[in-house]
């Protein structure tokens, strides 16, 4: 949901997703940016799917990057193939933003 539209079009990118309100008169963006830019750890898997009452964390290691529309929406992701030793960490960037278009 973004801005009380349950709808709304969630889309595929070569950034990653993009969502907005109303496609003919935005007022609220986002953006996930998480398979390409600056300064961002490309995810290995991104899928963009139905939420279907939670059933979309299902798919966190699948991917599937179509436009969904008319529906409520969904997106996971996850990094694939990672050796960690024993108490190792690493950090990984990805990024949302949130845009409010104001007249």
């Not at 990118?13 to 398979?35: K, Q, R």
């Not at 969904?68 to 108490?87: C, E, K, R, W």
Request: glycine residues 8%; charged residues 20%.
């Amino acid at each position: 949901m973004i801005h009380q539209n349950d709808d709304a079009s969630l889309l595929y990118t070569p950034y990653g997703a993009y969502m907005t309100d109303s496609a003919e008169n935005p007022s609220l963006e986002l953006m996930f940016i998480g398979t390409s830019g600056d300064g961002i750890d490309p995810v290995d898997t991104l899928w963009l799917g139905t939420w279907s009452g939670g059933a979309h964390l299902d798919h966190i290691y699948d991917d599937r990057r179509v436009d969904v529309h008319g529906t409520d929406s969904a997106v996971a992701f996850s990094y694939q193939n990672i050796d960690l030793a024993p108490m190792e960490a690493r950090e990984f960037i990805i990024r949302f933003t949130l845009a409010r278009n104001e007249d």
